[in-house]
């Protein structure tokens, strides 16, 4: 069995702008959430938290850097569940 898995070392500043746009996309949906937009409401939220999910398992869960079929499969649901 070989076994040539390497791990990968993100670099703080993809982190950090990471966690920034998660910032901003929370600052939008409390905004949006402000706005009477009748039932779109639900949806914008679940656009944007599927938004925020994504770059969570990308980024923080290194589902980037993984095998891409877990990347797919994760994508896909999110998808579906949107």
Do not use: E, R
């Amino acid at each position: 069995m070989n076994n040539t898995h390497t791990h990968h070392i993100t670099p703080l500043w993809i982190y950090l702008a990471v966690a920034s746009a998660l910032m901003v996309l929370t600052i939008i949906t409390v905004a949006v959430s402000n706005i009477d937009l009748g039932g779109f409401n639900v949806l914008v939220a679940l656009g944007i938290a599927s938004i925020k999910a994504l770059l969570v398992a990308f980024f923080f869960m290194q589902l980037w850097w993984d095998k891409k079929i877990y990347l797919t499969i994760f994508s896909t649901a999110m998808l579906f569940l949107t």
